[in-house]
């Protein structure tokens, strides 16, 4: 059954999109606690993260599967084969990533900006607030590096998602179903939608880099 070409675009958009704002919920807090404090193994733990940006896909997509079927730990959500198990798996791909480029940016910021907002009366949780504003462009930078990374991924939405038409079906995946079947056309379609959000992207971090 095939699909039309905006329908999959949007749903791309719409599953990496909400991926990139899970992974940043739980990796923005990570990234600052590590970046903005010292303790035993930091340089462990920020090794950690750096290594697991490398992660194949299909090793996470594997991992998600069998905790997602319905014999799985989480079977009970039912949610293999749908958005969310995308989504869900898109963000866990995503967050070492993220948390070390959020860390790198923290981590560059003068100590004395947090402790001089400490030293006025600020709570830790809003001298933390001082230092992600300083930290903004990287900010960004992760944000936008962690779209990429999961729009642009094939293994955890083939596994988890199962390439459904209408409700699972995204780029990567139909670009991988139409050549099989040989649909050129729209193969190249797709492709040239998906490296056009990756340029623009680019072209959006080297603006930023260029303006600091």
């Not at 798996?89 to 070492?96: D, E, M, V």
């Not at 992207?201 to 930023?208: D, G, K």
């Amino acid at each position: 059954m095939s699909e039309g070409l905006i329908p999959i675009v949007l749903r791309s958009l719409m599953v990496s999109g909400t991926a990139t704002v899970l992974a940043a919920t739980w990796s923005l807090p990570i990234a600052v606690k590590i970046g903005t404090t010292h303790f035993r193994g930091k340089k462990i733990v920020r090794d950690f993260f750096n290594a697991m940006i490398g992660i194949p896909t299909v090793a996470l997509g594997l991992v998600l599967y069998l905790l997602l079927s319905r014999e799985g730990a989480l079977g009970f959500l039912n949610l293999l084969y749908t958005p969310s198990a995308i989504m869900l798996g898109q963000a866990l791909l995503i967050t070492p990533l993220m948390i070390s480029f959020l860390m790198h940016a923290i981590e560059e910021v003068n100590p004395l900006i947090k402790e001089t907002a400490l030293t006025l009366g600020a709570s830790e949780r809003e001298a933390n607030r001082v230092v992600l504003r300083e930290a903004k462009k990287g900010s960004v930078l992760a944000t936008v590096a962690g779209f990429n990374r999961a729009i642009s991924e094939l293994g955890i939405a083939l596994m988890v998602g199962g390439n459904l038409a209408g409700t699972t079906r995204v780029m990567t995946t139909e670009i991988s179903r139409v050549v099989s079947g040989g649909d050129i056309e729209l193969a190249i379609q797709l492709t040239i939608v998906l490296l056009s959000i990756a340029f623009t992207s680019t072209l959006i971090l080297n603006r930023l880099r260029g303006s600091e």
